[in-house]
């Protein structure tokens, strides 16, 4: 395949060749009126006249009128010769065949698909993905319909981030749909950049528009989630109710209130613990004899 890059094309002023052709018409439409009626023939003087009239209608069909953020292409004889992206009223080869293609900004809304995460969970996913073209010739030739191939690299992509991320991760340290999507969004557009590039397209945005579980899973992941969400809270509870236990216990010995034997220390423990990690309110009971018999 041939990789073609856009160009500028040959182009002038428009209300330049309105003038030469006003130019040329009142050359020829002098010179018919006044040696046409001589009964002489066809002389010299009307012979130019004729070709001053044909020059104009020639020139007519090579004008051309391009609005902000358009783009013509022009083709000759089946070769690209050029793309002008020039606002206002300007005259090329007027031979030359063109198609128009708009450089706007363009929102794609993906439909919503059922893909497997990493952890073979299925789930609906959907993005938005804001592109225009930045390369008409690319856009134009080297693929076809380009709008068609926005869409499908883009639902191609979304597909295959999906497979890489599980949908949801307690893990600080593993990135996932859920919990990332600033870095998602990110991959995301790499992703979709990657497979447009060959078109002449640029992605200014692309950003997931719909993340859930797949409907016959999620009741099931959603107590899974509820599940996974308890045992990590208990396990910070845990772990800070350890902490101040030795922290306690360090600050009872430091500054010699009490020395405690092995038996008394794990007393102490077993009811800081029940104190600290239980979701109910303690209530404290005195004392008042010795652990010993």
């Not at 709008?147 to 890489?164: K, Y």
């Not at 990657?194 to 945005?205: F, T």
């Not at 989630?225 to 009872?252: H, P, T």
């Not at 020395?259 to 613990?273: G, I, P, Q, T, Y």
């Amino acid at each position: 395949m041939i990789d073609i890059q856009e160009k500028p094309v040959f182009q002038i002023s428009g209300w330049a060749v309105v003038a030469l052709d006003l130019v040329l018409g009142g050359i020829a439409i002098y010179l018919f009126l006044t040696f046409a009626g001589n009964g002489v023939g066809l002389t010299s003087p009307m012979i130019v006249g004729i070709v001053c009239a044909l020059l104009v209608g020639l020139t007519v069909r090579g004008f051309f009128i391009i609005q902000p953020n358009e783009s013509l292409v022009f083709t000759f004889l089946g070769r690209y010769i050029g793309s002008s992206r020039t606002p206002g009223f300007n005259w090329t080869n007027p031979f030359a065949l063109r198609r128009k293609i708009t450089l706007r900004i363009s929102n794609l809304n993906s439909e919503t698909i059922k893909v497997n995460d990493a952890q073979g969970n299925p789930i609906e996913i959907a993005a938005v993905v804001v592109w225009n073209v930045v390369d008409s010739a690319k856009a134009l030739f080297n693929v076809e319909h380009y709008g068609n191939f926005v869409q499908i690299q883009s639902e191609t992509a979304i597909r295959q981030l999906a497979s890489h991320y599980p949908y949801d991760s307690h893990d600080k340290d593993q990135e996932s749909l859920r919990a990332n999507q600033e870095v998602i969004a990110a991959k995301l557009r790499e992703q979709v950049q990657a497979r447009l590039e060959i078109s002449g397209i640029h992605v200014v945005e692309a950003r997931l528009s719909h993340l859930a579980y797949a409907p016959e899973i999620a009741q099931a992941m959603l107590r899974r989630q509820q599940a996974q969400a308890i045992i990590a809270a208990r396990r910070l509870i845990v772990d800070g109710a350890v902490g101040m236990v030795e922290m306690a216990l360090q600050s009872l010995e430091s500054q010699n209130v009490v020395k405690l034997d092995e038996e008394r220390k794990a007393s102490m423990v077993n009811n800081l613990l029940v104190a600290l990690v239980s979701e109910s309110q303690a209530q404290p009971i005195i004392n008042t004899g010795t652990l010993y018999a």
